[in-house]
């Protein structure tokens, strides 16, 4: 995973605020080809071992309701470049007319869905993304056009890398549909509340990128999909935050 040279990236992201995270990115080139390197090896031997694991979920997908097992929607990686994702199906057939975000209880989701979806199940395929180069263990978490189309400036420093499977934002957001429930308009709080809080945490692993450091969100995500309750006050982050840079 080579970062490629300024004058290459898309015109929309060669602007001040993506160059302070394209500076610092700059300069861990070899844990960029470390992380790769990870990627490549560690989701070839995941897949040959979970073979059988993909097998039973397709029956039992194929089993509940009609569809494909798995389901292709367009997501943004690296660079802004678009592919489709692979993960699951979780949903009725053609549940993407309905709406782009997922909110508790959905009335989309299948019986079986339902159960994929709490242990996160459905996202063990997006192994193959990563061994095409698509998508990385530890990165932004795809979002579908719609949603990066309302990207800041500053955000779209996150397109410096592939998407991810997990990251800290992921992890503290793990029930991002529970905070939906209650929304009258579920794409407004998602683009104004929920999309703006998880990019201060992607933007921050942009900044302070690491291959231990990723290393490190791997094992809370097992963690987290344990049980594990990982909960932190982002305004009270923020503001010490800031206190360090006025200091």
Known sequence: MILCKWEQLPKEMQTDAVRQYYNALKHKQFSLVLKRIFDIIVSAIMLVILLPVFIILAILIKADSQGPVFYR???????????????????????????????????RITCIGAKIRKYRLDEICQLIDILRGTMTFVGTRPEVPKYVECYSDEMLATLLLPAGVTSEASIYYKDEAQLLDSAD????????????DKMYYNLREIKNFSFWHDIKIMFM???????KEYTIDIITEKMEEEEIVVK
């Open 73 to 107: 929607q367009e997501r943004v990686t690296q660079y802004g470049r678009k592919y489709k994702i692979f993960k699951f199906r979780t949903m009725v057939t053609d549940a993407d007319k309905y709406a782009k975000v997922t909110v508790n209880n959905d009335s």
């Open 185 to 196: 308009d579920v794409d407004k709080i998602y683009i104004e509340k929920i999309l703006p």
């Open 221 to 227: 995500t097992v963690f987290a999909v344990l049980g």
